[in-house]
């Protein structure tokens, strides 16, 4: 006969691993709000802003999604 001993209960488990998934996709969702302001703030600059602050309009993807979620 076979004993199984579990030190933590499957339904802990599982429900550690859901708050993990929201956790994440919450935030995912965050990251993608920031990523969206810095675009939007950056987009909203002149072309001499941009230029005085050494950069090109096509390239504010590219920085904003480095400054949010990295190289």
Do not use: C, H, W
């Amino acid at each position: 006969m076979a004993n199984v001993s579990l030190s933590r209960p499957v339904f802990t488990q599982l429900t550690d691993r859901v708050g993990d998934l929201f956790a994440r996709t919450a935030r995912s969702i965050a990251d993608y709000r920031m990523y969206r302001q810095t675009y939007n703030e950056l987009a909203s600059l002149s072309v001499r802003e941009l230029d005085d602050l050494g950069l090109a309009g096509a390239s504010l993807t590219q920085i904003a999604r480095e400054s949010v979620y990295g190289k």
